[in-house]
């Protein structure tokens, strides 16, 4: 899997937790959340945006929209924002 | 299922005989097929077993997205893939930060005027790390 993609995790005033399901769906993988074990797959919208859909469980329907985010190489990042942080 | 709406088609002699057809395949198909349960008061049921025993209801999936129960793989269960829930981050300066000339593979956000990078390599043993920045909680997900 090459997909790599930032998603809000906040549902009306609810944060979830997001986590590997352990579960693939064709070659994407299928998130759940801790709080009610809702089941998350990464979708295309008509705006080309990948957003995260409940497929099953108590959110069923419910749509994280994506945030921008860039796959790109440390050394080209850090030119664009010479202040970036990053992850341990 | 089928069988049984049938019988009220049905003459009342043959009746007797179709019910008990339709329950002797109505057990078959329960020890036969062993990701659907069937139960003949509620509407049908579809799980997913994964490796752990655990069971996932995917009826929703299945009749609202039109997904396919037999495309759901790997089945490791919910603690195989642990993901990063409390990320640590190193600013310029600090000890460890890259030098500027590096280029492994990273993931790249802005998010309340702060940018985060991701490499790669950290992201593809988790798949998942929860952050927040300021009010923004967010997933990143490889």
Not at chain 1, 1 to 25: C, E, F, H, Q
Not at chain 2, 26 to 41: H, L, M, Q
Not at chain 2, 77 to 87: E, M, W
Not at chain 2, 100 to 127: D, K, P, Q
């Amino acid at each position: 899997m090459d997909l790599a993609v930032v998603n809000s995790r906040k549902l009306l005033s609810n944060v979830l937790t997001l986590a590997p399901s352990g579960w693939t769906y064709g070659r994407t993988f299928v998130l759940y959340d801790y709080e009610t074990e809702s089941m998350w797959l990464p979708m295309e919208n008509e705006k080309n945006q990948t957003e995260m859909v409940c497929i099953s469980g108590q959110y069923a329907d419910q749509k994280l929209p994506e945030i921008e985010s860039v796959m790109t190489t440390w050394n080209l990042w850090k030119r664009d924002n010479p202040d970036t942080k990053i992850m341990k | 299922m089928i069988e049984i709406v049938n019988i009220k088609h049905m003459k009342t002699v043959f009746a007797a005989l179709i019910l008990l057809t339709s329950v002797l395949a109505f057990g078959c198909s329960r020890t036969s097929s062993p990701v659907v349960e069937d139960k003949p008061d509620e509407t049908s049921k579809i799980f997913i077993q994964d490796r752990t025993g655990k069971k996932w209801e995917i009826t929703h999936a299945v009749n609202e997205y039109g997904l396919d129960s037999a495309n759901f793989n790997f089945g490791l269960g919910p603690n195989a893939i642990p993901p990063i829930l409390d990320p640590q981050f190193l600013k310029p300066g600090d000890t460890g930060y890259p030098t500027s000339s590096e280029n492994f593979r990273v993931i790249g956000t802005t998010i309340e005027g702060e940018s985060r990078a991701y490499r790669i390599s950290a992201l593809s043993g988790h798949e998942v790390v929860d952050d927040q920045l300021g009010a923004i909680y967010f997933a990143v997900a490889y």
